[in-house]
C-alpha cells in the first residue's frame, strides 16, 4: 500500500481543526494526514479518540509529529526531561487515534562527538520506550527523522543505528533532508535504491517517509546544510525516479508532503504514480 497526505490540516480545508482535515483529505482521495503537534501537544485524549475514529471510518492513515522542542543530546536534565515529556506526550495521543508513528527530530550535538550523541539518544529512546510499555502503549513506534543540518543528530546511518539497537524505534527518511545534507545526493533511481539497501536489514513492515523539496546551503567547509522547504516542481530532489524505484520495490510506503503547498504536491506525488500505472 502507498499512503499520501499532507502534514496537517490541507491548506484548502476551511475549518482548521484535525477532524476537518481528516475530511478534506478523504475528500482529495487522499489517504494519509500527519497530525502537527510541532509547537505544543494542545490535543487531548478524548479528542485524539475522536480523530482516530474518523479517519479510520474515512481511510485515512495517521501519524504525529511531536514538537521541534526536542533535544535528547541536552546535558542538561531539565531539558532532556521536558523533551522526553513532549514525546511522550505525542505518543500518548497517537495511541489514543491508532496513529503507529510520533515523529521527532532528535536533537544536536552541541559538544558531543557524534558517537557520544547517538549513544545519548539511544539511552533517551530505551528509557521512553520502557515508560511507553509501563503505561499500557503499545503498536506506536518513536520515529526518529533523518535531518538536513550538519549541527542535527540525523543522518541516515545514525538513524538506522538507532533503530537496530532500541526496539520500537523506526526510521522517518526525509528524502529532502537527506539531499541537502550529502549536497544533492539524489540525482536518479539508483541514489535512491542505495538508501533502501540501507534500510534492509531493518526489515521494516512499513515506512514512514516526508516529501518536499528544499534550498540547501553549502558551508565553509564544503558540507550542505537545508534552508527552506521548496515546492515539488523546484525538483531538489527529483521524486519521479524514487516513485519508480518504490513501484519496483514494491514498498509499503508512507508519504507525508510537508510541501509549502500541502496537499497540492500531495496530489502531484499521487499523479507520478498513477502515471506509473499504481491505482490507488
Same mark, same amino acid.
Given at each position: 500500500m502507498?499512503y *499520501?497526505?499532507?502534514?496537517g490540516v490541507p491548506?484548502?480545508?476551511e475549518e482548521r481543526? %484535525?477532524?476537518?482535515?481528516?475530511?478534506?483529505?478523504?475528500?482529495?482521495?487522499?489517504?494519509?494526514?500527519?497530525?502537527?503537534?510541532?509547537?505544543?501537544v494542545? $490535543?487531548?485524549?478524548?479528542?485524539?479518540r475522536?480523530?482516530g475514529?474518523?479517519a479510520?471510518? /474515512?481511510?485515512?492513515?495517521l501519524?504525529v509529529h511531536c514538537?521541534?522542542?526536542?533535544?535528547?543530546c541536552?546535558q542538561?536534565k531539565e531539558?532532556?526531561?521536558?523533551?522526553?515529556?513532549?514525546?511522550?506526550d505525542?505518543?500518548?495521543?497517537a495511541?489514543?487515534m491508532?496513529?503507529?508513528?510520533?515523529v521527532?527530530h532528535?536533537?544536536?550535538?552541541g559538544? *558531543?562527538s557524534?558517537?557520544?550523541?547517538l549513544?545519548?539518544?539511544?539511552?533517551?529512546?530505551?528509557e521512553m520506550?520502557d515508560?511507553?510499555?509501563s503505561?499500557?502503549i503499545n503498536?506506536?513506534? *518513536?520515529?526518529?527523522e %533523518?535531518m538536513?543540518?550538519?549541527?542535527?543528530f540525523?543522518?541516515?546511518?545514525e538513524i538506522?543505528s538507532?533503530?537496530?539497537?532500541?526496539?520500537n524505534c523506526?526510521?522517518?527518511?526525509?528524502?529532502?533532508?537527506?539531499?541537502?545534507?550529502?549536497?544533492?545526493?539524489f540525482?536518479?533511481?539508483?541514489d535512491y535504491?542505495k538508501?533502501?539497501?540501507?534500510?534492509?536489514? *531493518?526489515?521494516?513492515?512499513? /515506512?514512514? %517517509?516526508?516529501?518536499?523539496?528544499?534550498e540547501?546551503?553549502v558551508t565553509?567547509?564544503?558540507?550542505?546544510n537545508?534552508?527552506r522547504?521548496?515546492?515539488?516542481?523546484?525538483?531538489?530532489p527529483d521524486?519521479?525516479?524514487l516513485v519508480k524505484?518504490i513501484?519496483?520495490?514494491?514498498?509499503?510506503i508512507? $508519504?507525508?508532503?510537508?510541501?509549502?503547498v500541502?496537499?497540492?504536491d500531495?496530489l502531484?506525488?499521487k499523479? $507520478?504514480?498513477?502515471?506509473y500505472?499504481?491505482?490507488f
Amino acid at each position: 500500500m502507498i499512503y *499520501l497526505g499532507p502534514a496537517g490540516v490541507p491548506i484548502s480545508c476551511e475549518e482548521r481543526t %484535525t477532524l476537518a482535515g481528516i475530511e478534506c483529505t478523504a475528500k482529495l482521495k487522499l489517504n494519509a494526514l500527519e497530525c502537527e503537534f510541532v509547537r505544543q501537544v494542545g $490535543m487531548g485524549n478524548e479528542m485524539a479518540r475522536q480523530v482516530g475514529e474518523l479517519a479510520e471510518k /474515512l481511510g485515512v492513515r495517521l501519524s504525529v509529529h511531536c514538537p521541534y522542542f526536542v533535544n535528547l543530546c541536552s546535558q542538561e536534565k531539565e531539558k532532556l526531561k521536558a523533551s522526553k515529556k513532549r514525546i511522550l506526550d505525542s505518543v500518548e495521543r497517537a495511541h489514543f487515534m491508532h496513529a503507529d508513528v510520533a515523529v521527532f527530530h532528535a536533537g544536536f550535538y552541541g559538544e *558531543l562527538s557524534p558517537d557520544d550523541a547517538l549513544d545519548a539518544i539511544k539511552r533517551a529512546c530505551a528509557e521512553m520506550v520502557d515508560e511507553m510499555a509501563s503505561s499500557g502503549i503499545n503498536g506506536v513506534n *518513536l520515529g526518529l527523522e %533523518t535531518m538536513g543540518k550538519q549541527s542535527t543528530f540525523g543522518t541516515t546511518g545514525e538513524i538506522i543505528s538507532v533503530c537496530r539497537e532500541v526496539k520500537n524505534c523506526v526510521p522517518v527518511v526525509d528524502w529532502a533532508h537527506i539531499n541537502c545534507r550529502y549536497l544533492g545526493i539524489f540525482k536518479g533511481q539508483e541514489d535512491y535504491r542505495k538508501i533502501f539497501d540501507q534500510l534492509a536489514p *531493518l526489515k521494516l513492515e512499513h /515506512l514512514h %517517509t516526508h516529501a518536499t523539496c528544499a534550498e540547501c546551503t553549502v558551508t565553509k567547509s564544503g558540507f550542505g546544510n537545508e534552508r527552506r522547504h521548496l515546492t515539488l516542481d523546484a525538483k531538489k530532489p527529483d521524486y519521479e525516479p524514487l516513485v519508480k524505484e518504490i513501484l519496483r520495490r514494491k514498498v509499503d510506503i508512507t $508519504m507525508i508532503s510537508e510541501s509549502p503547498v500541502l496537499e497540492q504536491d500531495a496530489l502531484v506525488l499521487k499523479k $507520478m504514480f498513477e502515471k506509473y500505472g499504481y491505482r490507488f
